[in-house]
């Protein structure tokens, strides 16, 4: 890594050649087509003599496509004859040149530059006089399959990306994920399938949602080829929303001799590019399925779409319910398990990375709920483990990645694992942003036995599904007001009334509404000074008063009356309705989660009804598909139950720390 390291710092430092003439957000506009370039260009150098006689010698007498293809044995190639190095031989024709040299490489390479939108920086950096000395710089980094592996490669990549995001402001979501996690995420998804991987002649697929690079699809695939079987057939697909990543993505695939076909996105339109707009592998399922979607991120550019399509149910992606607006976490999740290939087609694992929200956010019966619920009785989910902060390049938050499958093994069914990780860390010698840790090879391992060992530890607690249910009940109390006609409450009730009465009554009368007002006005001042600690009689006074004056009590006036007069008080009479009643005040309403394998009944007894003697369950609150009282909700606390208690400090020490700090601020003030 130090010396993919050294190399993105070498490229790096070409971008203050663009300052003055570029906003800092563009320098990756200019540069990441360029390494991009250069790469591809150290990959030909070697049969560039070859593909130009081969070239020659068959144009316009058949099909030349695959010939040069074989030649090169990369699935590209370049016709120009004109490489980056050569281009610096002639500075005044430089940027003719590089189109011309553009213009030579196979189609699938030029569908990637165009998605870079590359032609409208070689007329600026001409413009400015800049392409020549950029070129000269970029060439004197070495970026030749000999001295840069494609690993080191995707550090390159990684780390650019990194340091553009950070220079554009990005949001905390727009994150990309280290290699060490990419491994972690990666070893314990295949670690159940290592015996199926090794069978002869195996084929499998992979999917990434939200592929970025492509570092999570092309580390999958290394470690089945490395360190499970060699002879594996392994096809990898994605979709890319950035057009810049996804040419990135492409260019990889082609590089490491996968098919870039199977890359979709990276149009400039979201609607085309988005996963959750527009599905490119509609009706099709893969063995395994990884992600890191964006933390935090609102999804109201998908809306549309979205609402659409869970107005389907389950015959879409979405049946299970919507995340709120702000946070679109859960929809690359139902996206990824519609992509789960069914268990008679032999199921499939998925991994994807969260931040904490999707753990507990949003009350029973809400959108992140009722997904968790629906994740939960389906018994899909395998595992949770949670990662240390300051992991990823531009958040520094903690992180979780969930394991999911439909194929559990038969130890793990109707459980989940929770895996404590968060101190499994060791700090860089050298921060990269917001990145100041990093998991470490024996971390790796430690995660890896805890999840294997299948046990319980201090970092290590295994659940039955429903121990993350509950049911949410709605405890009520009583309405209890009061009223007081006092002289300043006579005023404001004067106040609204005039306002009510101005709404009410024709605006043209306007004699009859002052002396509607003043009757009602001088029925009340008759009450003045008088108090009431039950509303029912004080009703009853207020309907007198009216009728003595041959006043029409309407709906909307007592509502005003009461509404101006009363008040809450704890030791008025219990408000009741037209069945003698107890009425529910709102303000005092309250919710209880109560276990979801205790009886809600006893659970009120026990918990509720011995501190709030008044207090009753709205039974008209029952759970939509059990029909039983409360709503069923689910969340999984994970930092509750790991929590340590950690006991304060001794008073004295405390005391001592305070002394020590007053006399070296004295021997400061001394020194003054």
Known sequence: MNNSTSKAGLIWNIADLLRGSWKQYEYQDVILPLVVLKRLDSILVDSKSKVLEQYNQFKGKVDVDPVLKAVTKTGFYNISQYDLKKLLEDPKNVSKNLRNYIRGFSDNIQEIIAKFDFEKQIDRLEGGNLLFLVLKELDKVDLHPRTTTNHDMGYVFEELIRKFAEQSNETAGEHYTPREVIEMMVEVLFLPDKKLLKKKHIIKTIYDCACGTGGMLTTSKEHILKTINPEADIYLFGQELNPATYAICKSDMLIKGDDPDRIKGGDKDHSKSSTLSNDQFLSEHFDYLLTNPPFGVDWKKDKEAVEREAERGFAGRFGAGLPRISDGQFLFLQHLISKMRNVSEGGSRTAIVFNGSPLFTGDAGSGESEIRRWILEHDWLEAIVALPDQLFYNTGINTYVWFLTNRKETKRKGKVQLIDARTFSKKMRKSLGNKRNEISAEDKKHILKLY?????????????????????????????????????????????????????????????????????????????????????????????????????????????????????????????????????????????????HQDVKEYFAKEVKPFVSDAWINETVKDQKDGKLGKVGYEIPLTRYFYKYQPPRALEEIESDIEGVENELLELLKKL
Not at 479 to 495: V, Y
Request: aromatic letters at 8%; hydrophobic letters at 40%; a neutral charge.
């Open 452 to 596: 294997e060992s299948f046990g319980e530890s201090e970092y290590s607690k295994i659940f039955n599904n429903t121990d993350f249910a509950f049911r949410q009940i709605t405890i009520e109390r009583p309405l209890r007001l009061a009223f007081n006609m006092s002289s300043d409450k006579i005023i404001q009730l004067r106040e609204a009334l005039e306002i009510d009465l101005k709404k009410a009554i024709n605006k043209s009368v306007k004699a009859q509404t002052k002396s509607e007002e003043v009757l009602i006005m001088t029925a009340l001042s008759s009450l003045q000074g008088r108090k009431w600690n039950n509303r029912e009689k004080f009703l009853a006074d207020i309907e007198i008063v009216f009728a003595k004056h041959n006043l029409k009590l309407q709906p909307k006036i007592l509502k005003t009356i009461i509404g101006v007069i009363g008040f809450r008080d704890e030791k008025a009479e219990i408000c009741v309705d037209k069945n003698g009643q107890p009425e529910a005040d709102s303000e005092l309403r309250d919710s209880e989660n109560v276990p979801y």
